[in-house]
């Protein structure tokens, strides 16, 4: 095994590799041909199963470096091997090696790559575990693979033969003291956090603190934080006043009066009962370094603070590291709601808070979509409402919380839950999570009966994901009505956890589907793609070379009828790589709300069957064409 593992760690810098070139995260690689594919938001695995023979490999998302390759590779080691598969031995190590030369800059900031492995028991027979982690620009990437056959290993290394690890763009914009950047922390950002432990978690028992900083213009800030648990007899209240003031990426914080208020609890329950008692607290000055981050996923800001040492204001530091003593600020939203204080009060006026609220992208003919099993779809601003009869379903929007890789399960399920589902509702009884080991891609189910608080209605709650389906939050009058509408008891899933139970609430994630108008379209669509492809001799089977091929297709809508269609490929076999360019312009017409007819696509007409899909503040463009089924995603660039 000595010998397979060096192999690996040494062949993961070329460029060979035996079918269609795919991207996840910062790992562009050959995907292994006619192997089932399954993507999660945190990994896109590959498995192939031939009678006892079976191999999986796993793409992870990249984190943030913990400061050096070997730190990162003990670190994804224990995280990603010995968690799911408990390998007895310690692994066999490859040294470090550099990868990707050409990405090298002056301070030596490029990739670096480790590999390990070792034998682990499943199903009472020996398989064996490989890592490969790579380490540069602040990123650690890692690529996991199993098997219990040296019949695949050939595969293993050929996948990684063909990776190429991207260089991350960074998404930071450092703030600084004038007038209209000054601007740019205006409004409320809030903050949420829970006691995650195993006890909570396996009794269902859910606290949370939540804080908020609202910055106005006159140079005055407030910030409120608001503390429950079950197991207190109190909610407590926090509320400060005072001044700020920003010098260049710096910002001070100047309190005037803070106070600490206990509340009793009405009927039990996270709601504002009688005032108890009300202390002054000691005035805590501050400075922070502060920066306002950009999570591209989701396409929103997040203001972050910086200290070197915590603040009795701003709690415990964000496990986060994309910044070192930090805390991370997000703007109000329906996951990230403003505090109600007593009396149905809130601590910012309305109009305050819309100037930190994202905004669903306006503009779009249909935001509506009534399909034909009785199933309606809403954009809304944090999900897509899907509505039949008495049940609701949110299919969840990526956010900076949710689209984080968690290597541990449990962490990512409590992440989840406490993000999407627990500042809506109050009340939490039965809840229970679950989630698969042995299915590919892995289920995970979270259910409990909650009350809702802008309602008042007890409701019963299920948090489910599965492969690319994203979190898809169920809600329904009581839990027999969703096991009647979905067949799934959560309570049961142990004894029986067969894959095909999941189909219902796998569809769900389909009803993102949007019809589309002419005058949607207009601006600037953009895909791409690249392929490499293995070359043979076939008289003498000797490999002879390759040849890589990269796509990218522009559709530019100049009208509600014209547009300019570009193509630009390159391949490696022909004129030295030279780009080929591929023009062409017409007009279109819609068909009808789903399909789209092109006068002119490289000499010919062509008609494609099209939908949006939304994420949080805009849409992707798909196109299927009716004649080669060839199809693909395009994102608005302009």
Request: charged content about 20%.
């Amino acid at each position: 095994m000595k010998k397979i593992i060096f192999l690996i760690a040494f062949c993961i810098s070329a460029t060979t590799s035996f079918a269609q070139k795919e991207t996840f995260d910062l790992i562009t690689y050959a995907a292994p041909k006619g192997w089932k594919k399954d993507v999660t938001e945190n990994t896109t695995g590959y498995t192939i199963v031939n009678n006892k023979a079976w191999c999986n490999i796993n793409i992870v998302k990249s984190t943030i470096s913990k400061g050096s390759i070997d730190k990162d590779f003990d670190n994804e080691w224990n995280q990603l091997v010995v968690k799911n598969y408990k390998p007895p031995d310690a692994p066999q190590l490859n040294e470090v090696q550099a990868a990707n030369a050409r990405l090298n800059d002056a301070v030596g900031q490029g990739w670096k790559i480790k590999a390990g492995g070792a034998k682990f028991v499943f199903d009472n027979k020996e398989a064996m575990v490989f890592l490969t982690t790579a380490t540069g620009y602040n990123r650690c990437a890692s690529i996991v693979a199993t098997t219990n056959s040296q019949d695949y290993l050939k595969d293993i290394e050929a996948l990684l033969a063909s990776i190429e690890l991207i260089k991350p763009e960074t998404g930071t914009t450092q703030i600084t003291g004038t007038n209209e950047e000054k601007n740019s922390i205006l409004g409320t950002w809030g903050a949420n956090a829970s006691d995650n432990s195993d006890y909570r978690m396996k009794n269902g028992i859910m606290n949370y603190i939540s804080r908020q900083y609202t910055f106005t213009e006159d140079g005055s800030y407030s910030f409120v934080s608001k503390a429950f648990d079950p197991l207190m007899d109190k909610i407590l209240l926090g509320k400060e006043k005072g001044n700020y003031k920003i010098i260049g990426n710096t910002i001070a914080i100047t309190p005037k009066k803070s106070v600490l208020e206990a509340w009793s609890k009405k009927n039990g329950a996270d709601d504002w009962g009688k005032l108890l008692s009300t202390q002054n607290i000691a005035l805590e000055k501050a400075t922070y370094q502060f920066t306002k981050h950009y999570f591209s996923g989701i396409q929103e800001w997040n203001l972050v603070l910086q200290n070197n040492t915590e603040t009795k204001r701003d709690g415990t530091q964000s496990s986060n590291e994309t910044f070192k003593n930090a805390w991370y600020y997000a703007p109000l939203s329906a996951n990230n709601l403003q505090i109600e204080l007593p009396g149905n009060v809130t601590a910012v006026k309305k109009e305050e808070v819309q100037k930190q609220l994202p905004s669903v992208k306006k503009g779009f003919a249909f935001t509506t979509t009534n399909f034909d099993d009785g199933w309606n779809s809403t954009v809304k601003e944090d999900w897509v409402e899907v509505t039949k009869g008495n049940m609701k379903v949110l299919l969840h929007y990526t956010n900076a919380v949710t689209g984080k890789y968690y290597p541990d399960s449990d962490e990512g399920i409590n992440a989840a839950w406490n993000n999407l589902v627990a500042p809506r509702y109050n009340d939490l009884q039965n809840y229970r999570a679950w989630y698969s080991a042995y299915i590919l891609p892995r289920p995970y189910v979270i259910a409990a009966n909650v009350t809702d608080k802008q309602s008042g209605k007890k409701v019963y709650v299920v948090l489910f994901q599965k492969g690319n389906t994203g979190w898809i939050e169920i809600i329904s009058p009581d839990k027999n009505t969703f096991i009647n509408n979905f067949g799934v008891d959560n309570t049961t899933l142990d004894h029986n956890p067969d894959s095909k139970l999941f189909a219902s609430l796998e569809k769900l994630a389909t009803y993102n589907k949007f019809a589309i108008a002419a005058t949607d379209l207009k601006g600037k669509w953009s895909d791409k793609f690249s392929a490499s492809f293995f070359n043979y001799n076939r008289s003498d089977g000797q490999y002879t070379g390759t040849n890589t091929i990269a796509i990218v297709i522009n559709f530019n809508f100049t009208s509600a009828t014209a547009y300019n269609w570009d193509g630009y490929s390159t391949n490696n076999a022909h004129s030295a790589g030279a780009a080929k360019t591929f023009k062409t312009k017409g007009s279109f017409k819609m068909n009808d709300n789903w399909q789209i007819h092109f006068s002119d696509i490289q000499g010919k007409p062509k008609t494609y069957n099209a939908y949006f899909s939304c994420y949080k503040g805009g849409r992707i463009l798909w196109l299927q064409g009716i004649d080669y089924g060839d199809y693909s995603a395009y994102g608005k660039v302009e």
